[in-house]
């Protein structure tokens, strides 16, 4: 079975440029999730999706990040304009019942 | 607020000893609890998970322990290999099986030959 796919896997920007991120979740899985991992921190939920529904959106930068998931399969997450603090890791994951699987990850370098 | 606290950054045990590596959670909504392990440059990897309803699950060398009282839980890894040398994020979610993860901050293990 195939895992979650990400990419890219590396991006190096400079501030008040926007960059986008692409995940496709484990194929069946309902339900997608974006983390963000900042170094020597745990990964924080930024936005949940169910099919193509957001279930929570709470700790997502909406002045700056959007996420869609349009077709209920594959996701993107924009930034636009992205700031020196958006440097992370950003994870895709996707859930079968309460066990979340999780993408290699985009890592963003913010200059 | 720190929801899922793993108090210890980093720990350094030998071969073929055991590895403990502790999680404490302070919402006693939480009920289902999971350990990832992550090696550098890759994304996290499910490894074991919990129910509140247990205080135990083990899985080959791995196993989980619940103490729900104490809202802390454990993860004992026996016999420790270096293989096992990873950052080990514990994550809770509930309650009323919401499938949101709060994670902690991780414990870097390194297992020494």
């Known amino acids: 079975e195939a895992g979650v796919a990400q990419s890219p896997r590396y991006k190096i920007i400079e501030k008040r440029q926007s960059v986008a991120f692409w995940c496709n979740p484990i194929?069946?899985?309902?339900?997608l999730y974006w983390y963000q991992q900042i170094l020597g921190q745990g990964p924080k939920l930024l936005i949940q999706?169910?099919?193509?529904?957001?279930?929570?959106d709470s700790q997502l930068p909406k002045d700056r990040f959007s996420a869609e998931r349009l077709k209920g399969v594959d996701s993107t997450l924009k930034i636009q304009p992205a700031k020196l603090e958006d440097s992370a890791v950003y994870l895709c994951?996707?859930?079968?019942?309460?066990?979340?699987?999780f993408g290699p990850g985009t890592r963003l370098l913010v200059l | 607020d720190q929801q899922v606290k793993q108090n210890s950054p980093s720990l350094s045990v030998q071969e073929g000893r055991i590895s403990i590596l502790n999680c404490d959670y302070t919402?006693?909504?939480?009920?289902?609890f999971l350990w990832y392990k992550k090696y550098p440059a890759e994304g996290p990897t499910f490894l074991i998970s919990?129910?509140?309803?247990?205080d135990k699950n083990e899985d080959g060398r791995f196993t989980v322990f619940l103490n729900k009282s104490a809202k802390h839980l454990s993860l004992h890894i026996v016999p420790s290999q270096p293989g096992d040398s990873a950052v080990y994020f514990c994550?809770?979610?509930?309650?009323?099986?919401?499938?949101?993860?709060?994670f902690g901050k991780g414990t870097k293990l390194t297992v020494n030959p």
């Open positions: 994951a996707s859930s079968s019942w309460m066990t979340q699987y």
């Open positions: 194929s069946g899985h309902a339900t």
């Open positions: 999706f169910q099919n193509n529904g957001v279930v929570d």
């Open positions: 919402n006693s909504m939480f009920d289902y």
């Open positions: 919990i129910s509140s309803i247990k």
């Open positions: 994550a809770a979610s509930g309650p009323g099986g919401s499938e949101k993860l709060v």
